[in-house]
């Protein structure tokens, strides 16, 4: 039905394009391996270059914020690369067909197509609307059969994956990885053989499925191929797989072991060798996926003759009230939901504002930190701004490699990826930054203090922009600053309203220099109750939105 889909690469630019080398930093970056259990140092396998597969969603219904989540937090691992200089491919394929798809769209009377295209479009505005840099590559499962049929027939050449025939001997379209002929199987998430290396590997451990914790798993439903009563052995998984009764003819594939469509995991192993050749650098994923179908995917991909990814990386739930937030639990909280009532920079920071291995509890109080962070961020970016003569240009803030950056953040991010500890930089900056600003005016030799103001105004805004933060960047300028929240300060919003605002404040100093006070306050009360917040500084007054 579908040829291989040729490379599209969409990627933008980035900070990678203005880094010409890679930073010294980059030496002491320490990663989590979920294999090894342990963090380690990480030298990628090509210099300069790092390879990332991360996957992405199953376009069944809209996308809820603990499927962003994983998106946000790899999206911070692939900024921490690109500000160190590598040049990063980053894959994250869409999985258009499988089960829940082609059900949920009988059931609305859709084509099962229509449903995945109208999803992913929604995954799609998500992830742009939150500040995700699009993939190098986005491969559909639709457009790589040809991939997967050639990798199963691999692995059924090398001794480990079976067809089954019926009475007469003709294949069925259902093909078995034989699990008993991989001695290395479980070698990815067998948590009985590693040892534990910390806090949030043992919460991991805890909630994450594996092989020694299978079970009911109710996060992942077993697939109805899986259970047949024609595997060889319980632990045997569906490489290609019959279709049902229901499934409509255009979604079967002809191949050399029956019709059919695939197996759920077999989908990114051959996308992640088509795109990433040989062993790449990292595959990444949310910890649900961890078993079986990291498990099962490793484990293919070797026996087809392929080298698996190097390290790999699980970014942990999203929880409310200490249950992983889910569809089938019905705790899901759609984006367009939470976009709703939030600004999408507050909803982003929420998001990213805990390590990506550690479970981030949702809450009111979680978004109401983020918002508070926000005022802190814009309050000091505009005086900043205002005390220099303007904002630095984009160009300056993509170009600071890490090695210009203070070195309490760059430990921080080379620890783990440790958010946390980077945020807690990015605030030391801002309060001494906000400790100059209230100095300024008290210096004699103001020009090296508007010098020494700006070079911490271009650390905030560099740092910020490694966490996808700068709320001078897209997609904040063209949303508005925040995302929504009130109008950034390069926009043409921005600008007519400082105009007005302006005008206000001259009206006001003019006011108190005549020691009409009872005018001056009038007009900051007016300001006040429009959202407007004045803040009186020995530069001036500034303001900022509520």
């Known amino acids: 039905m579908t040829n291989t889909q040729e490379p599209q690469n969409i990627n933008i630019s980035s900070a990678a394009t203005a880094v010409d080398a890679v930073a010294s930093a980059a030496a002491d970056l320490k990663l989590y391996d979920t294999a090894s259990h342990a963090v380690s140092n990480f030298t990628p396998i090509k210099p300069g270059q790092v390879g990332m597969y991360v996957c992405g969603a199953t376009v069944q219904s809209s996308p809820h914020i603990g499927h962003i989540r994983a998106a946000v937090a790899f999206d911070v691992v692939r900024r921490w690369?690109?500000?160190?200089?590598?040049?990063?491919?980053?894959?994250?394929?869409?999985?258009?067909i499988d089960d829940k798809i082609l059900d949920k769209a009988a059931a609305a009377g859709q084509q099962w197509w229509e449903r995945a295209y109208i999803y992913e479009r929604e995954f799609t505005e998500a992830y742009n609307t939150l500040g995700v840099e699009p993939p190098t590559y986005e491969p559909r499962a639709t457009g790589h059969m040809i991939d997967m049929i050639d990798l199963i027939k691999q692995i059924i050449d090398n001794g480990h994956g079976y067809v089954v025939t019926d009475e007469n001997g003709n294949p069925t379209g259902n093909v078995y990885f034989d699990v008993a002929s991989w001695p290395h199987y479980g070698e990815l998430t067998h948590q009985k053989q590693t040892a534990v290396a910390d806090a949030a590997s043992e919460v991991a451990d805890a909630m994450g499925p594996s092989v020694d914790n299978t079970g009911n798993d109710k996060y992942n439903p077993v697939d109805p191929a899986d259970m047949s009563e024609d595997k060889h052995d319980p632990r045997d998984f569906a490489l290609w797989k019959a279709p049902k009764d229901s499934d409509p003819l255009d979604a079967r594939w002809n191949t050399p072991f029956g019709t059919g469509r695939p197996g759920w995991h077999i989908e990114c192993s051959a996308m992640s060798h088509r795109y990433l050749k040989d062993m790449f650098d990292i595959h990444g994923g949310g910890l649900d996926l961890r078993f079986p179908h990291h498990e099962n995917e490793m484990a293919?991909?070797?026996?087809?003759?392929?080298?698996?990814?190097?390290?790999?990386?699980?970014?942990?739930?999203?929880?409310?009230?200490?249950?992983?937030?889910?569809?089938?639990?019905?705790?899901g909280l759609s984006v367009p939901a939470v976009l709703a009532?939030?600004?999408?920079?507050?909803?982003?920071?929420?998001?990213g504002s805990v390590q990506y291995r550690s479970m981030l509890e949702w809450s009111d109080q979680t978004l109401t930190e983020a918002q508070s962070a926000y005022d802190r961020v814009s309050n000091f970016i505009e005086r900043a701004g205002a005390a220099v003569g303007g904002q630095p240009p984009r160009e300056e803030i993509v170009s600071i490699s890490a090695d210009a950056l203070p070195a309490d953040f760059v430990a921080a991010m080379n620890d783990d990826i440790n958010v946390s500890g980077a945020s807690a930089a990015i605030f030391t900056a801002i309060r001494s930054g906000n400790t100059l600003l209230s100095k300024l005016a008290d210096r004699v030799d103001?020009?090296?203090?508007?010098?020494?103001?700006?070079?911490?105004?271009?650390n905030v805004r560099a740092m910020l922009d490694t966490l996808g933060?700068?709320?001078?960047?897209?997609?904040?300028?063209?949303?508005?600053?925040?995302?929504?929240?009130?109008?950034?300060?390069?926009?043409?919003?921005?600008?007519?309203?400082?105009?007005?605002?302006?005008?206000?404040?001259?009206?006001?100093?003019?006011?108190?220099?005549?020691?009409?006070?009872?005018?001056a306050d009038a007009i900051r009360d007016a300001l006040g109750a429009a959202g407007i917040a004045i803040e009186d500084t020995p530069q001036g007054p500034t303001w900022t939105l509520k």
Request: glycine content about 8%; cysteine-free.
């Open 469 to 519: 933060l700068d709320p001078l960047a897209e997609p904040w300028v063209s949303e508005g600053a925040a995302g929504g929240a009130g109008a950034g300060a390069d926009s043409a919003e921005h600008t007519a309203l400082d105009r007005l605002v302006s005008e206000q404040l001259e009206e006001r100093a003019g006011a108190r220099k005549a020691k009409d006070f009872a005018r």
């Open 341 to 351: 009532e939030n600004s999408a920079w507050v909803v982003r920071y929420a998001l």
């Open 81 to 96: 690369f690109e500000r160190l200089g590598y040049k990063v491919t980053f894959v994250r394929n869409v999985t258009d």
């Open 446 to 458: 103001s020009d090296v203090a508007k010098d020494e103001v700006r070079a911490v105004l271009v």
């Open 300 to 331: 293919q991909t070797r026996a087809a003759g392929y080298d698996s990814a190097a390290r790999w990386m699980h970014s942990a739930w999203v929880t409310a009230k200490g249950e992983k937030m889910s569809k089938s639990l019905g705790n």
